[in-house]
């Protein structure tokens, strides 16, 4: 099987990204323990993250990599031999939640097996880490973005290929489909800390379902000794996370079990740690707002309601996953329109836009400014048919 599968990129480690991030989730959190009223609500944000979402994230993950490894799909392959539903596959893999459908379209491109076309699909197509976030909160919501950027892509790659023909950029330095395209997202080889994150989401995702069913599970696990139990252990597990997401190079010497642990159970922990980590943060700039100002951000935005799916568009031009995130976050709290969402949608790229960058920089431009075309378009079509 090809070395390119759902498996995540590598990231340097030492990224600004994780700097910015642990740096505020700290000093949150210290100021938290001296205002009570504002740690209960830091307390209630990190686990609501990790209940609500990382539970989800942790499940399907196990799901996608798990079916991979046990049916040993060769997906690259079976794109390559797709014939003229190439572009179709391809908006399907980018389609799916995550970024590592579209990382497989990408790496394929390169090697000569792909047109633009198919790289356009998977781009327009891909919501990247954010769709977890959106299928999470609001699951219907997140299927119908997820078919229509599936239908746009699809629609967009053809019309792509029609005009430029299959071979329009690409590069004329061929690269093997198991060339290193990744970026660590937090991995960590200690078998110890692989166990503790298991057993923590093994509960976690059981108060998921129960949450999804707007069970209240601190009232449901009461007892003398905890008042909260489901928060508290959702606190725990959201800090575990961000713990194994900012400090892979301190425990980088911890491989003495590596072999012992199963590559797509390190994946997942790896893809889990990352939607994690800017959840809560986006879950934390939102509470930090609402408790610090007494303004009604849906209000505020409503005067600029015109020009939210562009703002939308432009910041989904942004690569990585994290500020799309962001957006997502600001939707399902109201702040945004559905518009603006859609517009994000199509126009981000996740993290499947860095190994582009990596191989093919040209196309990469190309291929994100083109995807904006039907960004707009459909944004701008809810907005003015629907809103």
Request: hydrophobic fraction near 55%; glycine fraction near 10%.
């Amino acid at each position: 099987m090809a070395d390119v599968s759902l498996a995540p990129i590598h990231r340097n480690p030492l990224s600004s990204q994780k700097l910015v991030i642990s740096v505020f989730i700290l000093s949150v959190l210290g100021y938290g323990l001296l205002n009570h009223e504002f740690g209960e609500i830091i307390i209630a944000s990190i686990a609501d993250a990790y209940i609500q979402v990382t539970s989800f994230v942790a499940a399907t993950l196990f799901l996608f990599y798990g079916i991979e490894r046990l049916f040993k799909i060769d997906i690259t392959k079976k794109l390559s031999e797709s014939g003229n539903l190439q572009v179709f596959f391809a908006a399907l893999l980018g389609a799916l939640p995550g970024c590592g459908g579209a990382i497989i379209v990408i790496t394929r491109y390169v090697s000569g097996s792909l047109s633009f076309g198919s790289v356009l699909a998977t781009l327009t197509a891909t919501m990247g880490d954010a769709a977890f976030l959106l299928i999470a909160k609001e699951p219907t919501t997140g299927l119908f973005i997820m078919g229509l950027g599936l239908f746009v892509g699809t629609i967009t790659g053809y019309v792509v290929d029609k005009i430029h023909g299959k071979d329009f950029l690409r590069p004329k330095v061929s690269t093997n489909s198991s060339v290193d395209v990744g970026h660590i997202r937090g991995q960590s080889n200690s078998l110890i800390l692989t166990r503790f994150w298991v057993m923590l989401i093994i509960p976690g995702i059981a108060f998921g379902i129960l949450a999804a069913f707007q069970v209240d599970i601190d009232e449901l696990l009461a007892n003398p000794f905890i008042t909260k139990p489901g928060t508290y252990l959702g606190f725990i597990g959201g800090l575990f996370c961000l713990f194994l997401w900012v400090a892979p190079t301190i425990l980088k010497g911890s491989t003495v079990n590596n072999a012992r642990i199963s590559a797509y159970v390190k994946n997942t922990i790896a893809d889990t740690n990352f939607v994690t980590a800017w959840v809560v943060f986006a879950f934390l700039i939102f509470e930090i707002w609402m408790f610090s100002f007494d303004i009604d951000l849906e209000s505020l935005f409503s005067g600029f309601a015109f020009y939210l799916p562009l703002v939308a568009v432009v910041f989904g031009l942004v690569p990585g996953c994290g500020p799309q995130l962001i957006v997502t976050t600001m939707y399902i709290a109201g702040i945004i329109p559905l518009s603006a969402q859609i517009g994000n949608a199509i126009s981000n790229d996740g993290d499947a836009l860095f190994p582009a960058i990596a191989l093919a920089p040209k196309t990469a431009l190309v291929a994100t400014l083109y995807s904006t075309i039907p960004a707009l378009i459909f944004g701008y079509g809810w907005f003015f048919i629907f809103e």
